[in-house]
Antibody, heavy 126, light 107 residues
Framework: QVQLVESGGGVVQPGRSLRLSCVGS????????MGWVRQAPGKGLEWVAM????????HYADSVKGRFTISRDNSKNTVYLQMNSLRADDTAVYYC???????????????????WGQGTTVIVSS | DVQMTQSPSSVSASVGDRVTITCRAS??????LAWYQQKPGKAPNLLIY???TLQSGVPSRFSGSGSGTDFTLTISSLQPEDFATYYC?????????FGQGTKVDIK
């Protein structure tokens, strides 16, 4: 079955770095865009980042731009989120998600996140 | 950036009720809107995309409508497993943004 599994979360001090990983299985990983969404404790969902199926075209939320980097290794069916200069307000559950796409007149468009991982928890605290 | 505003923030309802949740975009997003359901401690689940297309496997009691700036998610007959928090998300341009969520709980 289609599955995403995140890893790499943990407790980290403010200002330090952490790298999250997400492995996809059950589908052709290299055909799909991938993204990250986070949820702070007791709060709503926040879209964080996304990149295209081939690793081009990366997009970020303003709150993480310049600090976080999304990347992928299609040979390993893995997408990464490198998080630098972490702050207390980065504390959240981080979800990896696949971007669903639709074909309109021969062009492909992303319409949302159609497969989600179980999430990995990041706590930024001294 | 496009801002998404959901209403109400919470709704109390009974099994069998019809429930409607509204999402408003700060700019025209045509039909690039998705709806998600999230249960406590679980990842979100895509219900509807492009405003009205039902995701595979999602029960037909869920429906979406709207275009431009105003959108609606309707649950025609609330079931026990539908008590959850619902989020809208626009996918028109980056950054994608979510609404603040609507919690549907038991009256």
């Amino acid at each position: 079955q289609v599955q995403l599994v995140e890893s790499g979360g943990g407790v980290v001090q403010p200002g330090r770095s952490l790298r999250l990983s997400c492995v996809g299985s059950g589908y052709i990983f290299s055909n799909y865009g991938m993204g990250w969404v986070r949820q702070a404790p007791g709060k709503g969902l926040e879209w964080v980042a996304m990149l295209w199926y081939d690793g081009t075209n990366k997009h970020y939320a303003d709150s993480v731009k310049g600090r976080f980097t999304i990347s992928r290794d299609n040979s390993k069916n893995t997408v990464y989120l490198q998080m630098n200069s972490l702050r207390a307000d980065d504390t959240a559950v981080y979800y990896c998600a696949r971007a669903g796409e639709t074909d309109i007149d021969g062009l492909y468009y992303y319409y949302g996140m159609d497969v989600w991982g179980q999430g990995t928890t990041v706590i930024v605290s001294s | 950036d496009v801002q998404m505003t959901q209403s109400p923030s919470s709704v109390s309802a009974s099994v069998g009720d019809r429930v409607t949740i509204t999402c408003r975009a700060s700019h025209d997003i045509t039909n690039w809107l998705a709806w998600y359901q999230q249960k406590p401690g679980k990842a979100p689940n895509l219900l509807i995309y492009t405003a009205s297309t039902l995701q595979s496997g999602v029960p037909s009691r869920f429906s979406g409508s709207g275009s431009g700036t105003d959108f609606t998610l309707t649950i025609s007959s609330l079931q026990p497993e539908d008590f959850a928090t619902y989020y809208c998300q626009h996918t028109k341009t980056f950054p994608w943004t979510f609404g603040q969520g609507t919690k549907v709980d038991i009256k």
